[in-house]
T-cell receptor, first 114, second 113 residues
Framework: GAVVSQHPSWVICKSGTSVKIECRSL??????MFWYRQFPKQSLMLMAT?????????EQGVEKDKFLINHASLTLSTLTVTSAHPEDSSFYIC??????????FGPGTRLLVL | QKEVEQNSGPLSVPEGAIASLNCTYS??????FFWYRQYSGKSPELIMF????GDKEDGRFTAQLNKASQYVSLLIRDSQPSDSATYLC?????????????FGKGTKLSVIP
């Protein structure tokens, strides 16, 4: 089946620093990748959709200058949380889909901002 | 506004019973539906998807879709304690942004040994 990896699986950083999270599709070419955020006991919240080679489309309320997304290849997308603050602490999950449209999720990245 | 509604649960069933998870959606343009399972602290994993009206079976899982009633369900036969998780229903529409999924808030299932 389709495998999506994320790195790192967890990260702790100081307030004000930037954190980069990588999302890779390992055995298929992902034309579209999605970034979600999930707070404890809450549902998935879509942050942005990115297509390879194009600018990401952000959901309403998500600051594009704070959450930088790059989808440079068909197997890699990165999310950079810039100037992270404690309220950015969350579970960040990417998913990837190919022409078949089914989304496969990565294992997620837990971010804790101190 | 596209919405997918699920009962939050928890839904408790005894081991070996059938668990029935339900989902309704508001967007009549939705073309396909997906069921994901999410264990606590983990990311969602795909169980199955369904495009056509009727039933689709995969092992112990059966997805049912009724587009006229805008209703999707997932049946889990011979429920096991390892099935205890939150089940997310998601719909995918058509047209612009159609690759996006609209997720329900999930139903928490507890299978009691």
């Amino acid at each position: 089946g389709a495998v999506v990896s994320q790195h790192p699986s967890w990260v702790i950083c100081k307030s004000g620093t930037s954190v980069k999270i990588e999302c890779r599709s390992l055995d298929f070419q992902a034309t579209t990748m999605f970034w979600y955020r999930q707070f404890p006991k809450q549902s998935l919240m879509l942050m942005a959709t990115s297509n390879e080679g194009s600018k990401a489309t952000y959901e309403q309320g998500v600051e594009k200058d704070k959450f930088l997304i790059n989808h440079a290849s068909l197997t890699l997308s990165t999310l950079t949380v810039t100037s992270a603050h404690p309220e950015d602490s969350s579970f960040y999950i990417c998913s990837a889909s190919s022409q078949e449209e089914t989304q496969y999720f990565g294992p997620g990245t837990r971010l804790l901002v101190l | 506004q596209k919405e997918v509604e699920q009962n939050s649960g928890p839904l408790s069933v005894p081991e070996g019973a059938i668990a029935s998870l339900n989902c309704t959606y508001s967007d009549r343009g939705s073309q396909s539906f997906f069921w994901y399972r999410q264990y606590s602290g983990k990311s969602p994993e795909l169980i199955m998807f369904i495009y056509s009206n009727g039933d689709k079976e995969d092992g112990r899982f059966t997805a049912q879709l009724n587009k006229a009633s805008q209703y999707v369900s997932l049946l889990i036969r011979d429920s096991q304690p390892s099935d205890s998780a939150t089940y997310l229903c998601a719909g995918r529409g058509s047209g612009a942004g159609s690759y996006q999924l609209t997720f329900g808030k999930g139903t928490k299932l507890s299978v009691i040994p």
